[in-house]
């Protein structure tokens, strides 16, 4: 029934879709359409004291948001990227679509925001595993005994400098076509501070676009996810996790506020679209309740939710990435998505941080996809 509305629904709206200025179908982040629109002239950052864009808005001195909260918590990031921005201009390996050049605002970020666990997408799947620890080693500023390991499948990467295991821990998708893998491992948690629990991860990648099929893609690329964590938290199968072990699936997941947006809920309470293939609706926590949703704010403030942002032209800004939790398990201590230009010149100072440094393209208010942030308690199962 749920299936037949969802098609209706669809089949409504396509004609919306395909008249509105939705991101067009470019794999896999929402680029604007090209305009001719002239803009408007823009202060500069140096110029001026105000964000871009945002006049309304203050920068705050606050830089609180940003501290870990006292206690055993782990810090997690995701951040899509865009095509290998990150990376040196003449790296060998860039993708095709590297258009942007921020490796000196990716440093500084991971140096202020020093997550434990990192989510990368937007990355040419032609690097490999240790290369890639090696970049992130230097980018961070890592001390010589601490390393750090990379899963990476398609272009989302996991990193840590915990232990992470990926054998055993991968996404059964063998059947499926490329476009359903995601990035999977556990990150093994050091037991003398942790004890026995460890940290299951997916670190995804939606389809882009707001066709029809874009839609539908994105849908079955959560009822992949949602049945490896069904096989996951159930004995027998071809996955299994300790019981009560947390899990985060977070990443870029192409959440528009233009289409219905179905598979955000099967990602957060279970409600597989094609049951048929993946099998029957779940409970995707431990304790048979839905995930929770991180709905981190810029800088913590309550104010902005949206992740993903351009201004030219205008598409609706949205929470395009989350961070969805089992939250039987984990308790988040704090959240945010960081903003640089809602930060005070001596906020930022005191980060190492710059105005624009989580900014795609300042000149043509392209944010792009801001950092998400979350500090997870670990918190003994009932
Ligand atoms: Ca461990
Ligand atoms: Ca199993
Ligand atoms: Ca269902
Ligand atoms: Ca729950």
């Not at 076509?177 to 037991?191: C, I, R, S």
């Not at 279970?270 to 309740?289: F, M, R, S, V």
């Not at 208010?365 to 009932?382: G, I, K, N, Q, S």
Request: hydrophobic content about 40%.
């Amino acid at each position: 029934m749920l299936k037949f509305a969802a098609a209706l629904l669809l089949a409504m709206i396509a004609p919306t879709l395909a008249g509105c200025t939705a991101p067009t179908a470019v794999e896999p982040t929402p680029q604007p359409p090209a305009t001719t629109t002239p803009l408007p002239p823009r202060p500069s950052a140096a110029a001026t004291t105000l964000p871009v864009a945002s006049p309304t808005a203050t920068r705050s001195a606050d830089t609180d948001f940003m501290q870990r909260p006292p206690g055993l918590n782990v810090r997690v990031m995701s951040f899509n990227v865009n095509w290998d921005s990150v990376f040196p201009d003449d790296d060998p390996k860039n993708h095709d679509l590297r258009e942007f050049s921020r490796g000196a605002a990716f440093a500084r970020i991971l140096r202020a925001v020093r997550p434990d666990v990192i989510c990368l997408q937007e990355i040419n799947y032609l690097r490999g595993a240790s290369e890639l620890s090696a970049f992130l080693e230097q980018a961070i500023g890592a001390t010589t005994d601490e390393h750090w390991q990379v899963a990476n499948v398609r272009d989302a990467v996991i990193a840590t400098h915990f232990g992470l295991q990926e054998a055993g821990y991968q996404l059964v998708t063998s059947l499926y076509p490329y476009d359903l893998q995601q990035a999977a491992a556990l990150v093994d948690l050091p037991d003398p501070d942790y004890g026995a629990i460890d940290l299951y991860l997916i670190c995804a990648h939606f389809k882009a676009g707001g066709s029809r099929s874009d839609i539908l893609l994105r849908s079955r690329q959560a009822d992949v996810i949602m049945s490896n964590v069904r096989d996951l938290e159930s004995p027998g199968g071809e996955l299994d996790l300790v019981d009560d072990t947390p899990l985060l699936i977070m990443g870029d997941f192409n959440i528009y506020s233009t289409d219905p947006a179905l598979h955000a809920r099967t990602l957060e309470y279970g409600d597989i679209y094609d049951e048929a293939t993946y099998g029957a609706d779940l409970q995707p926590d431990w304790d048979l309740t839905a995930l929770a949703d991180a709905h981190p704010s810029h800088n913590g403030l309550g104010v902005d939710f949206y992740t993903w942002r351009t201004d030219s032209p205008l598409f609706p800004w949205g929470p395009l990435d989350r961070i969805f939790y089992t939250d039987s398990v984990l308790k988040l201590s704090n959240a945010f998505i960081l903003n640089t230009t809602l930060m005070s010149d001596q906020a930022l100072a005191s980060l190492g941080l710059q105005f624009d440094d989580v900014v795609l393209d300042l000149g043509s208010d392209y944010y792009d996809h801001l950092p998400l942030v979350a500090d997870f308690e670990l918190v003994p199962a009932p």
